[in-house]
């Protein structure tokens, strides 16, 4: 087994999550199709796997360089620029084009503050790096605290309806994927084995077999905050980075996952309007359209914006650097922990 090609599966993980925000969650979003069509039961068959991935990246991506008690001011002044700074601004953007294009009635205090839209992702990083970053600088947790405290966050999840206030429900559904990145960046060597991966291959077959049989035949549900599906998460994933052959195309875009995680729902919904203004596009060909707009549309962005000192900050998080061309800019971007560059969904220079 060779290296872990953290940049194609992160570049995979960005063309699942793009894709889902093409078809939309729900009938009245994304591509406005039934939910019982092709295109909502392929999306959402990778429930268990699409943010998962993000998430055990961030946790094996901050594993390498965790904070400690003398590096914990920086370590959160980093997180601000990264994480804090482009969530209020991009927050702001949707907002204001969310209410002048769909009348949304969401107030800005429930848009900043709460779950909202697909930056609740962001809003459960910040919670998560907090908390690991002050649990690692005042008392550095072992592999076994840190099994106990994702099993105790999944079971808290599904068992009680945590608040949304700041997107505390998705953190505690997103740590039990952190803590596996961590342990998988802190074993990477001994966890590559021929056992280990016949079992993970064995759990996400099953749990996906039996996601499948539920839909088609109308078994009980499998929540995405079940154990199964937890586990089936963090075994998909890392199946993705041990056996995940190089994908220069999806390494590319992994090169620019946290611009694309923050911007591709504004890319994408702006090329829907304008083509559905003037024509009417096969679902096939809407949807390959779209994919390529939301994926290459905020690539596009960051390289324009880049360069630019305030806006590169606000808008993507990363301090801007005239003395690097822009492709070299986006791969610093993405292979320091901060991700899953969302340490966090990329990296940049902090």
Known sequence: MGRFELMTVRGLACVALVAYHVVGPTQDNGMHLPLNSSWHLAMNSLDFLRMPMFTVLSGFLYASQRADSHSLPQFYRKKVNRLVLPLVFVTTIIFILRMRVYHDSTTYIEALFFHYEHLWFVQALILIFAGMGAWDAFRRP?????????????????????????????????LPFFVAGMILRMYRAQLKTADLTTIAIAVVAIVI?????????????????????????ICGTYLMLVHCPRMRLAEFVGRYSYSIFLWHSVAASGAR???????????????????????????????????????????LGVRASGRKPHHVAAANATTHPAPAQISDVGRGRR
């Open 209 to 233: 077999l039996m996601q499948q049989a539920s839909n088609a035949f109308g078994g009980n549900e499998i929540s995405r905050t079940s154990v199964p599906a937890a586990l089936c998460g």
């Open 142 to 174: 072992s592999w076994v605290e840190l099994c106990v405290a994702g099993f105790a966050a999944v079971m808290i999840s599904r068992t009680f309806q945590i608040t949304t206030f700041f997107s505390l429900n998705g953190a505690c559904y997103l």
């Open 273 to 315: 309007h304008l083509l559905r203004a003037h024509t009417q596009l096969p679902n096939a060909v809407e949807f390959s359209l779209l994919l390529a707009v939301g994926l290459y549309g905020p690539i596009l962005l960051h390289r324009l914006v880049g360069p630019v000192p305030i806006l590169s900050l606000l808008a």
